[in-house]
């Protein structure tokens, strides 16, 4: 069997000639470090996928990075494979299928059909090497950032909005391209247009300081956790498996300890996952503060009663499909009996903008009231912040980046996170400062 590390550090394999290997590491970045080493930089990428550990044939994976048990692994060849005989249908843009109504788009060729492996041509004529792949994705982008900003400008010369200048044009350019939904970003620049006088609207420095003052305004930030001034104050963390909620909960229970001096309680409601009770075993004595497990609404009650001298009740909860109302149901249930005065729905920055928006759609059902976006450290952009914020009516607590208990946990400021947003992943952004973490 074996380790954990092993299996996150080696590329699994037999190593015959066009074999498919395997590269697990913390980030995705880690794992393409991992096939270029074995494989060289014309490797093909089969397949890209996060997974989590479990008990089963191929032993225990857990135990990274505090506790997490989730990391990233990637499917590579060192020979392309031979392709599918059926074509593949045209696919349409992650915009416009998710926000917009534009008439749909190619993105990528076809590959031709082939009857055996034998029949293709080498991967050095073919050009479909990892280096030809990350062009072809970065031309496909480009691509697609173009149709829409078309789309715009065809929207103006049909009459459908006044004439923008080319300072607001390129703020709108800019959004698309860090994942801000198109109707979101194009009634931003609207809004924008109409407020902005003529002058100030053809300088650049100015029309970028009115969009971030506008994209503040859309995020509703309520700042850190609010404690009351009688009995436990009693906090939950929900979302989808993955999206890092106990590391989340630990940050913050670190933050109230070791910074505030104050009494936390623990409740682990998520008992079935394989390891959840040994990493909040450790959390318990990292800090030296109660855990008490708790399956099903009546456990719940019970546990929070046995911590009724505490300041703070945080709850860590299992992770739930946003499309199961079953279960969503029942977490419901489990949260009106603890009485919970704070429920933050915990959403990974470096999900897919329409998976964020279905995530915070669907979680209505237990009635959260906070948001918190976690991961923003592997957030290839930060867009759906505001694709979120601008949909949603909730307030928005916490952003946190790192997997280790000690890394940073932020309260949530409209200022700071519209900075984020306008400049994207800009370092030099911020003052100088980069990103607020």
């Not at 890209?48 to 506790?67: A, D, M, N, P």
């Not at 045209?90 to 060729?109: G, H, I």
């Not at 709108?172 to 620049?189: K, S, T």
């Not at 669907?362 to 952009?381: G, T």
Request: charged share 25%; aromatic share 4%.
């Amino acid at each position: 069997m074996m380790s954990v590390n092993e299996q996150i550090n080696s590329g699994i394999g037999n190593g015959q000639d066009g074999e498919t290997f395997s590269f697990r590491g913390r980030t995705t970045a880690d794992a393409m470090q991992k096939v270029v080493q074995k494989l060289g930089k014309d490797a093909f990428i089969i397949e890209k996928k996060q997974v989590r550990g479990s008990k089963g044939k191929g032993g225990l994976l857990g135990g990274l990075l505090g506790g997490d048990d989730e990391f990233v692994e990637i499917i590579a060849s060192s020979a392309l494979p031979a392709p599918k005989q059926e074509q593949p249908k045209a696919k349409v843009s992650l915009l416009q299928k998710t926000y917009c109504n534009l008439p749909p788009r190619e993105e990528f060729a076809p590959r031709p059909s082939a009857s055996s492996a034998d029949e293709l041509p080498s991967i050095e004529k073919a050009g479909r090497g990892l280096a030809a792949q990350l062009d072809e994705i970065k031309n496909a982008l480009q691509k697609q950032m173009s149709s829409e900003l078309e789309a715009f400008v065809a929207m103006q010369a049909r009459g459908g909005m006044p004439a923008v200048s080319d300072a607001l044009l390129a703020e709108y350019r800019g959004m698309i391209e860090n994942d801000v939904a198109a109707d979101v970003a194009r009634q931003l620049v609207e809004n924008l247009n109409r407020e902005i006088p003529g002058a100030k609207a053809a300088s650049k420095d100015a029309v970028r300081e009115a969009l971030c003052e506008a994209v503040s305004r859309t995020i509703d930030a309520a700042g850190p956790i609010t404690l009351k001034e009688e009995g436990p104050t009693v906090v939950a963390m929900v979302g989808p498996t993955g999206v890092g909620k106990t590391t989340t909960m630990a940050k913050i229970a670190v933050e109230f300890v070791y910074k505030r001096n104050l009494r936390v309680g623990i409740i682990n409601e998520d008992v079935r996952r394989p390891g959840a009770e040994a990493q909040l075993r450790n959390l318990s004595q990292l800090l030296g503060v109660p855990v008490h497990a708790a399956e099903g609404p009546e456990r719940g009650a019970e546990a929070l009663r046995q911590m009724s001298d505490m300041d703070l009740v945080l709850i860590d909860t299992a992770g739930r499909v946003p499309s199961d109302k079953a279960s969503l149901d029942e977490l419901a249930l489990f949260l009106r009996a603890v009485g919970a005065d704070e429920v933050h729905l915990v959403i990974s920055g470096d999900c897919s903008p329409r998976s964020a928006l279905q995530t915070a759609e669907k979680f209505e059902r237990i009635e959260y009231n906070r948001l918190i976006f976690s991961k923003l450290d592997e957030a290839a952009s930060y867009g759906l912040i505001l694709n979120v914020a601008a949909q949603v009516n909730k307030k928005m607590s916490y952003v946190t980046s790192g997997r280790e208990y000690m890394e940073s946990v932020v309260p949530a400021e409209g200022g700071s996170l519209a900075k984020l947003i306008c400049d994207g992943r800009d370092e030099t952004a911020n003052g100088g400062r980069g990103r607020p973490w």
